[in-house]
């Protein structure tokens, strides 16, 4: 009895810590990616093969995705800081993202309408009045800002694009892009045609 | 003391008074004139438009590219003390900073101090229109790669 009981209990035990993990994980997730990062930008600087490796969640990785959205498709979950490209069969590939500070999200629908490799860079405004030492223009290649590509989302200014600080994964940092480490963006970049449906949102019902 | 005694003291003071009479009538060594900068910093005050590479086949398309941000142009004022206003890497505060001559003919641009130090530039390709900058620290260097100034305005 006292044998039946003590497994009992246990078995109580693991299962309401699986339920509690099961509920409160993404939001203790969410909470602490609700902490933007204060990083300016570093032009310039290198990440090396170390740093650029990403792990656990944000690393890329095939996922259970049920959407109707058509395979192809890329929808963009800015609260969980993730990209997915919708694959057949109710999968999606996941990519962490950096994603807008505060006041620089935003949700939307538009298309792939230019693609770039190792893409120029030029700060905006904002950012040159906060750094004044910035150049005004960085020719693309290894230590600019937007990394290794660069997908232009319609007529806005906003990218989907690489970067050299990997670090910023997961974290809300940006003017409003969306950034993946160079290898995620570059595999990201080969998979997309020029005319792929982007879909920004806050969060994604999954 | 003994009349030798007072002619020994006579002559040794008369040794080091002809000492010092071959010392004082030595002409003084010019002095070293502090090496000048073949830079002047007025080339350096104006209104330029700013732009950097890595690679140096980038150079073509970047100085013209400099050319074009113009209307968010770097502003370099003459500083109090004879040198220019202008930023350090990294840092959002101007400062002055003098141009310094160093070895092989280089010139920097610094704060005032010794030429060459990690907050340095090499200054290049002077002319009236255009200059170019390095950094001196590598991670400067790296960073921030090659700059280009071009000349906002009127152009020589």
């Not at chain 1, 246990?10 to 939001?27: E, K, M």
Request: glycine letters at 10%; a positive charge; hydrophobic letters at 40%.
């Amino acid at each position: 009895m006292r044998a039946y009981a003590a497994g009992f209990l246990r078995r109580l035990y693991i299962n309401t810590a699986i339920a509690a993990a099961a509920v409160l994980g993404p939001s203790l997730f969410a909470s602490a990616q609700q902490i933007d990062m204060n990083v300016v930008d570093q032009p310039g600087y290198v990440p090396s093969q170390e740093e650029e490796q990403l792990a656990g969640p944000y690393e890329k990785q095939l996922v259970f995705f049920r959407t109707t959205e058509a395979p192809g498709t890329v929808i963009i979950d800015s609260s969980q800081r993730f990209l997915y490209l919708v694959q057949p069969n109710n999968r999606a590939i996941r990519y962490g993202i950096g994603v807008g500070r505060q006041g620089f999200q935003w949700a939307g629908l538009e298309k792939i309408s230019r693609k770039q490799e190792w893409p120029d860079w030029r700060p905006p405004p904002e950012m040159i009045e906060r750094q004044p030492y910035l150049p005004r223009f960085m020719a693309g290649g290894p230590g600019n800002p937007l990394g290794a590509r660069a997908l232009y989302l319609g007529k806005t200014v906003y990218r989907i694009h690489g970067t050299n600080q990997p670090q910023t994964i997961g974290h809300a940092v940006s003017s409003g892009c969306f950034r993946l480490v160079n290898e995620d963006v570059i595999d990201l970049y080969d998979r997309v045609p020029v005319g792929t449906k982007v879909i920004i949102k806050q969060a994604v019902a999954l | 003391m003994g009349i030798a005694g007072r002619c020994g003291a006579f002559a040794l003071i008369g040794t080091v008074a002809a000492l010092l009479a071959g010392c004082a009538s030595e002409a003084p060594s010019p002095p070293v004139a502090a090496a000048t900068p073949s830079i002047s910093a007025d080339a350096l005050v104006g209104k330029w438009g700013l732009a950097s590479y890595h690679r140096d086949t980038d150079r073509p398309r970047t100085v013209k590219e400099a050319l074009a941000q113009c209307n968010k142009p770097v502003v370099i004022n003459k500083g109090p003390n004879g040198g220019v206003m202008m930023y350090l890497a990294d840092q959002p505060e101007l400062q002055e900073l003098v141009l310094k001559p160093g070895p092989d003919g280089k010139t920097f641009l610094g704060p005032p101090g010794d030429a060459g130090t990690a907050d340095d530039r090499i200054v290049t390709n002077v002319e009236p229109s255009s200059f170019t900058t390095v950094w001196v620290d590598p991670d400067n260097a790296g960073r921030y790669g090659t700059m280009v100034y071009e000349r906002c305005g009127k152009r020589a």
